[in-house]
Each structure stands twice: as C-alpha cells, then as structure tokens.
C-alpha cells in the first residue's frame, strides 16, 4: 500500500511538530487518533512520548484494556490515571459545557505529569473534521496549553485512517467512541447507575456483534443508533435478542432510531 503525496506531506510536518518537542504527554484513549499520534510519537521520541490513559466509570473497562494492549503493540510508554468527573457537581448536572470540567480534570493531571517527568507539552488526538462539532472541551485545552499536532499537520480523519493502514495499526477502521456522559440529553443528570445502565446494554449488544452504536438515555426509554449496515440485523434475526438485551440493562423501552448513527447526536436538541 502506498499514500498520496498529500498525505505524505503532512505525515512529514507531524514528525517535524513532534520531533522538535523533544518529549510530551499525550492523552490516550485507545481510539484512532490518538493512537496514530501516539505510535508518530513513540517512533521519534521513544521513552519520551508518554501515553496517559485515564479509567473511570463513564469509559467501559474494554476500552482501557484495548488501549493497553494498543501501548504494549505499539511499544511506548503508558501510565493509566483515575479521572473523576463524576465527582465534580458541574459535570454531574450535565450542561451543554460538560465536557469543558472534564477535560478540565483530566489536562491538569496531564500536566502534573508532564511536570513530573521534564516534558514541556501536553498533547491530544484533535484533527482538521472536529472544528466544526460542539466541543467545549477544547476551550480547557486551550487554557492548559494543549497542543493538537493532528489538527496543526493538517490532518483529517480520512487521512488518520489512511495513514494508520499505512502503518499497520489495528485501529484504522475502529468505530469513533465517546465516554459514556455523551449518552444523556444535555441537563439530564449523570449517575453512576445511569452510566452503568448505559454502558450494559452497549456492551450487550456488542455481544450480539454490532460495532457502531449507541444507546442514547431517554429515561425508560433506549434510543439506539446503528451504522445503517446494521439495521436490517437489528430488525430481522436479532429484534428478539436485541429488546430483551436492552431490556435486561433496565429500560422499559427499546427504540430504534432511523437516523442511525451519527456524532453529537445530543447537541441536535436546541439549547
């Protein structure tokens, strides 16, 4: 496999934004960005290209434990951190700025460790496509200097997956995945039960092999998203299995929603 000239040069300017770091933290989740960024990084910098994953309630236990077996492929450096956003009021009560207290939390840990091992920046898996989302989470990196050498290299997704093919990395067609927060309409209050509740039916469904999904909280009622190759299994052979699934994790209602999926499905609603 080749890439285009195009790709060629920005993957160029990323090594060069990199290379002259000399050393960084990069906030690690496991998805495919943040793992092309990691592996450019790890390449160039080696034991200074530090990988920081943060576990909490609101990320499934699959997701910390395909990003360390991501790390160990890749080869790098990775610590794993505890974020506790659910300890903090302004995230619980779920505002359209909620993502800004948690990234808030998790950039000055970032820090703090960046400070501890002698590296001057902080990283995350930013690119070209996520300009024009709802992401209030970039205002706390902006404050806390976060840099996004993805977005300043020129890269858009499209470029993320084909640069990771490229590169051999199991992530290039890894469905986008987003904490589970991102589940609940804006103003509707985030628990450690709903998120369990959430969190069960996605991974029950996972179980019947489904890939791109989301089940959305609507009270007694789950709103599931699919990639539109999944409908027809979700309505034929497995309509059964599905409500009784969904059902099990504490819903009353199974809803499916024709739309499918899409990002920021939750920032639809007006404010």
Same mark, same amino acid.
């Given at each position: 496999?080749?890439?285009?000239?195009?790709?060629?040069?920005?993957?160029?300017?990323?090594?060069?934004?990199?290379?002259?770091?000399?050393?960084?933290?990069?906030?690690?989740?496991?998805?495919? %960005?943040?793992?092309?960024?990691?592996?450019?990084?790890?390449?160039?910098?080696?034991?200074?290209?530090?990988?920081?994953?943060?576990?909490?309630?609101?990320?499934?236990?699959?997701?910390?434990?395909?990003?360390?077996?991501?790390?160990?492929?890749?080869?790098?450096?990775?610590?794993?951190?505890?974020?506790?956003?659910?300890?903090?009021?302004?995230?619980?009560?779920?505002?359209?700025?909620?993502?800004?207290?948690?990234?808030?939390?998790?950039?000055g840990k970032l820090k703090e460790i960046a400070?501890?091992?002698?590296?001057?920046?902080?990283?995350?898996?930013?690119?070209?496509?996520?300009?024009?989302?709802?992401?209030?989470?970039?205002?706390?990196?902006?404050?806390?200097?976060?840099?996004?050498?993805?977005?300043?290299?020129?890269?858009?997704?499209? %470029?993320?997956?084909d640069l990771s093919l490229y590169m051999g990395?199991?992530?290039? %067609?890894?469905?986008?995945?987003?904490?589970?927060?991102?589940?609940?309409?804006?103003?509707?209050?985030?628990?450690?039960?709903?998120?369990?509740?959430?969190?069960?039916?996605?991974e029950s469904l996972r179980g019947l092999g489904?890939?791109?999904?989301?089940?959305?909280?609507?009270?007694?009622?789950?709103?599931?998203?699919?990639?539109?190759?999944?409908?027809?299994?979700?309505?034929?052979?497995?309509?059964?299995?599905?409500?009784?699934?969904?059902?099990?994790?504490?819903?009353?209602?199974?809803?499916?929603?024709?739309?499918?999926?899409?990002?920021?499905?939750?920032?639809?609603?007006?404010?």
């Amino acid at each position: 496999m080749t890439i285009s000239q195009t790709l060629q040069g920005k993957t160029e300017k990323l090594r060069a934004i990199l290379a002259e770091m000399g050393g960084c933290v990069i906030g690690f989740s496991g998805g495919v %960005d943040s793992t092309l960024l990691f592996a450019v990084a790890a390449e160039l910098l080696g034991e200074r290209a530090i990988a920081v994953t943060a576990t909490s309630k609101t990320y499934p236990e699959r997701e910390l434990n395909e990003a360390r077996e991501l790390a160990e492929r890749i080869g790098g450096r990775h610590l794993v951190i505890v974020s506790e956003e659910l300890d903090i009021p302004e995230f619980r009560d779920n505002p359209r700025n909620r993502c800004y207290y948690c990234k808030k939390e998790l950039f000055g840990k970032l820090k703090e460790i960046a400070e501890q091992e002698g590296v001057g920046y902080m990283l995350d898996g930013t690119n070209c496509d996520d300009a024009g989302d709802h992401r209030p989470g970039r205002v706390a990196g902006a404050e806390l200097r976060v840099r996004s050498p993805l977005e300043e290299a020129g890269f858009t997704k499209k %470029d993320i997956r084909d640069l990771s093919l490229y590169m051999g990395l199991p992530t290039w %067609d890894k469905p986008a995945f987003a904490c589970l927060s991102s589940r609940f309409p804006y103003g509707t209050a985030i628990t450690p039960e709903r998120v369990d509740q959430v969190g069960l039916a996605e991974e029950s469904l996972r179980g019947l092999g489904f890939r791109t999904l989301r089940v959305r909280y609507h009270g007694s009622v789950a709103r599931i998203e699919l990639g539109e190759e999944e409908f027809e299994r979700a309505t034929g052979v497995l309509r059964e299995e599905v409500v009784r699934k969904v059902k099990e994790a504490g819903f009353t209602y199974v809803a499916l929603d024709l739309q499918g999926y899409r990002t920021g499905a939750m920032n639809e609603e007006p404010a």
